[in-house]
């Protein structure tokens, strides 16, 4: 056994730091944004049961042939960790949910895993933040969830650098016709295709719009287009969600290419992608998806649509294009100690500083000042105090500014009110648990019941 600490997993990332900052960011935004628009959080399982993806995402999809964490467990059990959520949104919501008012508004922030190749951007395990509507069908629904996930992007500061992608693939039997004049369409022109394009017009001729293949792009053209495909009702319920993102001012761009990789969706779908061009990669896409329900085993159709934001490429945009985060976590002031009897008077003043809003750390041990002083330096700090033998005696500190480099003298007592007075009040944090909880008296049993 080699005696070295093993190394995290290839495609896997620690979270901690400014990264850990815009994730905390991203998902304060769309926690509000979702709770401003009746959403409640949803968490399911990491695992589910292989056949649950395998039957909603579909043999066809890279997701299901290529990129699956699957396992078995002790009892022999087909498991995998799961590579996205709307299919286990929806066996959540067929197990707890159709007793509900319909339809019901979930939204998730949860981890997935997809065996792909890693790169920037690409993660084997990644996040998503995502929400769906499920329990009814009305091109309203479609529309504002695309609304919705454009204020996402718009409020993390993304506003103007992304662009929507807006395609329709109509209903499954559409879709059929579609896909087999494609099909021929593509078989007649095989000399022009690679062996990769070959594969996937064999295994799930839709793939083929998602071809990089130059020569492919240009066959695209004049290819046939799913939308010449729909029937009357299909073209009015796209119809009427253009119309509605008209009404909500969304702008769009229509492409009859999207088809997006997984095998639910129908009617509408779109995609995020980076406005700037730099890259192919989406930031995150949607669509209804009305059939899963019944792929996966319910006897039913049950309309649903939703959408997922990919955390980790947002967060990279972010970074990339300039937006900086207030760091909260900052330290505002640091209690440097010299002996016992300084802690001793510097602890009640630590436990008033989280009261009155202000983050703090006590220096610990016995280091010199030099080394005390490294470390707040180290931490960004923005206020040291220093409490010496000397100090202690008198019930005094010096309080250091680290922005600016001045030191003065300053009764103990005097401290918080000086460190308070001059930081922004912007940075003090106030929570206080209480104001999210009440405690019930337990009822007894000699109360009158509601009905006495
Ligand atoms: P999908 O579920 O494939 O439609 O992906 C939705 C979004 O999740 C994509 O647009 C990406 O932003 C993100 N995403 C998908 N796969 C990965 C991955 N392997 N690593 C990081 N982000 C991903």
């Keep these: 056994m080699s005696s070295s600490v093993p190394q995290k997993v290839r495609g896997m990332q620690d979270i901690f730091g400014e990264y850990q900052r815009y994730f905390n960011f991203l998902k304060k935004v769309a926690r509000h944004e979702f709770r401003k628009n009746g959403f409640t959080r949803i968490s399911t399982p990491i695992v589910e049961m292989q056949e649950l993806i395998v039957r909603s995402a579909g043999i066809g999809s890279d997701v299901v042939s290529k990129e699956m964490y699957s396992f078995q467990d002790r009892k022999g059990r087909e498991l995998v960790l799961k590579p996205e959520s709307t299919a286990g949104v929806m066996r959540a919501y067929l197990e707890n949910f159709l007793d509900e008012p319909q339809p019901v508004y979930l939204y998730y922030i949860e981890p997935h895993f997809r065996y792909d190749r890693p790169q920037k951007g690409r993660y084997r395990q990644f996040h998503q933040v995502g929400a769906e509507i499920i329990g009814e069908i009305d091109p309203v629904l479609d529309a504002k969830m695309i609304h919705i996930g454009c204020s996402v992007l718009d409020n993390i500061g993304l506003k103007g650098r992304y662009k929507l992608k807006l395609n329709s693939l109509g209903v499954a039997k559409e879709r059929e016709k579609y896909v087999q004049e494609l099909q021929s369409f593509f078989e007649a022109r095989a000399h022009l295709l690679d062996e990769t394009d070959i594969a996937r017009l064999r295994a799930n001729p839709l793939r083929i719009l998602d071809s990089k293949n130059e020569d492919v792009k ?49 009617h509408t779908v779109w995609e995020w992608v980076d406005g700037s061009g730099r890259t192919q990669d989406a930031f995150g896409g949607g669509g209804r998806y009305d059939d899963l329900s019944k792929n996966i085993g319910h006897k039913e159709s049950v309309p649903a649509v939703g959408f997922a934001l990919g955390a980790e490429r947002l967060i990279e945009t972010l970074v990339d294009t300039g937006v900086k985060l207030r760091n909260k976590d900052a330290i505002h002031l640091y209690f440097i100690q010299l002996g016992e009897d300084a802690t001793k008077m510097i602890l009640p003043l630590s436990i008033e500083a989280r009261n009155r809003g202000v983050n703090s750390m006590l220096s610990l041990g016995t280091p010199s000042l030099k080394v005390q002083m490294k470390k707040a330096n180290r931490l960004w700090a923005r206020y040291v105090a220093i409490v010496g033998i000397m100090e202690a005696k008198k019930g005094i500190c010096q309080l250091k500014d680290m922005l600016n480099g001045t030191q003065e003298e300053l009764r103990l007592s005097d401290l918080l009110d000086r460190v308070v007075a001059n930081i922004d009040a912007k940075e003090l944090d106030f929570y206080s648990p209480t104001k999210d909880f009440v405690i019930e008296e337990p009822k007894t049993d000699s109360e009158p019941s509601e009905n006495s």
């Design 218 to 266: 240009e066959l695209l053209k004049v290819a046939p287009k799913i939308t010449d495909f729909l029937k009357k009702e299909s073209k009015d319920f796209y119809s009427k969600v253009k119309a509605y993102l008209d009404i909500l001012g969304v702008e769009y761009e229509e492409d009859h290419t999207l088809v997006r990789g997984l095998d639910y969706y129908s």
